[in-house]
Antibody
């Protein structure tokens, strides 16, 4: 069945970088648009980035544009989110999600703190 | 960018009640609207897509209506498992814009 498993979260200092991974099973990431969505503690859902199903087009929320990069490795069926110049306001649970989204991972917590 | 506004932010209701949540888009999104349910510590779960299509496996007490800029999610006969936070989401383009959420609480 379809499954998404995120990893790579943790505690990081402001200004540093982190890369999140999302391993997909039950489908191929190259056949769907894929997204990263985040949720700050006690807050609502915020869309972060999308990668088109062809892997050509990347789209970003204004809050992360120029700092975050979404990518994929089709040989590993894995989606990535490279996060640079992290800020305290990037602290959140990060979910990868497929298409609509109809399937979501369980999320990985990123805490940006000195 | 499309902005999504949900109301109310919090809704207190009892088991068996019929509840309605409203979502307004800042511009027409046709029927490119989904509704999600989220429980604490869990990922969101899709309930409705294309404004009114029920996702497979979702109970029929959930229904969605609307077109353009005005949408509603209705839960007929609220069940204990339905106390959660609900989000609307626009998917008219590659980005995804969520409403701020409606928390359905036990009265």
């Amino acid at each position: 069945q379809v499954q998404l498993v995120e990893s790579g979260g943790g505690v990081v200092q402001p200004g540093r970088s982190l890369r999140l991974s999302c391993v997909a099973s039950g489908f191929t990431v190259s056949s769907y648009a894929m997204h990263w969505v985040r949720q700050a503690p006690g807050k609502g859902l915020e869309w972060v980035a999308a990668l088109s199903y062809g892997g050509i087009n990347e789209h970003y929320a204004e809050s992360v544009r120029g700092r975050f990069t979404i990518s994929r490795d089709t040989s590993k069926n894995t989606l990535y989110l490279q996060m640079n110049s992290l800020r305290a306001e990037d602290t959140a649970v990060y979910y990868c999600a497929r298409a609509l989204p109809d399937y979501w991972g369980q999320g990985t917590l990123v805490t940006v703190s000195s | 960018d499309v902005q999504m506004t949900q109301s109310p932010s919090t809704l207190s209701a009892s088991v068996g009640d019929r509840v309605t949540i409203t979502c307004r888009a800042s511009q027409s999104i046709s029927t490119w609207l989904a509704w999600y349910q989220q429980k604490p510590g869990k990922a969101p779960k899709v309930l409705i897509y294309k404004a009114s299509s029920l996702e497979s496996g979702v109970p029929s007490r959930f229904s969605g209506r609307g077109f353009g800029t005005e949408f509603t999610l209705t839960i007929d006969s609220l069940q204990p498992d339905d106390f959660a936070t609900y989000y609307c989401q626009d998917y008219s383009d590659y980005s995804r814009t969520f409403g701020q959420g409606t928390k359905v609480e036990i009265k």
